[in-house]
Structure formats: structure tokens, C-alpha cells
């Protein structure tokens, strides 16, 4: 299974950019899919998740409201669309999927089974 991520850019606080995740070598429905990012100096975070079954979505507290997360089962694709982006949303953004996840791991980057290679979102002030 791969994972290619990309639709990172530059974009002016306020604005809106949306990132792609494709997968190939698996299918999308089968797996939870989720959003990390990692600012510089700091350590990778959570985003966001869109659960293997059904379409239940989480997002950290940093993102709610501005953020959200959806699944193309046909184009075998994530989404998230980003809104309102300040500048403390600058990281590399990485798309993940996880095989068998239960709720309560679904925020830990260590319970992913394949990650994409990251796409730099900056958002400048």
C-alpha cells in the first residue's frame, strides 16, 4: 500500500488550501485515514481521522470548525479541506492508514500501518 500526498502550498493567513491523499495498492474503504502534521521543531501531531467503518470523523481541538476530513471510495482518495488557516498551521502535512484501529488509538501516529511522504503547507502572516 502507498500513500501520495499533495494540494500543500503557500496561502495567506485567512485562507484555504485543500490536500489529497491517494492510495494505491489498497482500498481506502478498508482503512481509517487520518491527517498528522509536524511544525518545525515540534513533534508530529494529530489532525484529523475518518474511521474504517462508516464515516465516523475526529479532529484535534486545534482544527474543529475550521477543518474537515472526507473519503472518495471511488477515486480511492482523502481529503481535507482547510479553512480559515492561521499561521500555526505551518507543518508538513502526512496522510496515514491504519488496517484495524480501535477508537481509542485513532489519534497515535504509532498505530498506523502506511504513511505518505508529506506535503509543506505555509501559511504566511
Known amino acids: 500500500v502507498q500513500l501520495q500526498a499533495f494540494g500543500g502550498g503557500l496561502v495567506q493567513a485567512g485562507g484555504s488550501l485543500r490536500l489529497s491523499c491517494t492510495v494505491s495498492?489498497?482500498?481506502?474503504?478498508?482503512?481509517?485515514m487520518a491527517w498528522f502534521r509536524q511544525a518545525p521543531g515540534k513533534e508530529r501531531e494529530f489532525v484529523s481521522v475518518?474511521?474504517?467503518?462508516?464515516?465516523?470523523?475526529y479532529y484535534a481541538d486545534s482544527v474543529k470548525g475550521r477543518f474537515t476530513i472526507s473519503r472518495d471510495n471511488v477515486k480511492n482518495t482523502v481529503y481535507l479541506q482547510m479553512n480559515s488557516l492561521n499561521t500555526e498551521d505551518t507543518a508538513i502535512y502526512y496522510c496515514?492508514?491504519?488496517?484495524?484501529?480501535?477508537?481509542?488509538?485513532?489519534?497515535?501516529?504509532?498505530?498506523?500501518?502506511?504513511w505518505g511522504q508529506g506535503t509543506l503547507v505555509t501559511v504566511s502572516s
Open positions: 495498492g489498497g482500498t481506502v474503504s478498508l482503512y481509517s
Open positions: 475518518v474511521k474504517r467503518n462508516g464515516d465516523m470523523t
Open positions: 496515514a492508514a491504519g488496517a484495524r484501529l480501535i477508537t481509542s488509538s485513532l489519534r497515535l501516529n504509532n498505530a498506523y500501518d502506511y
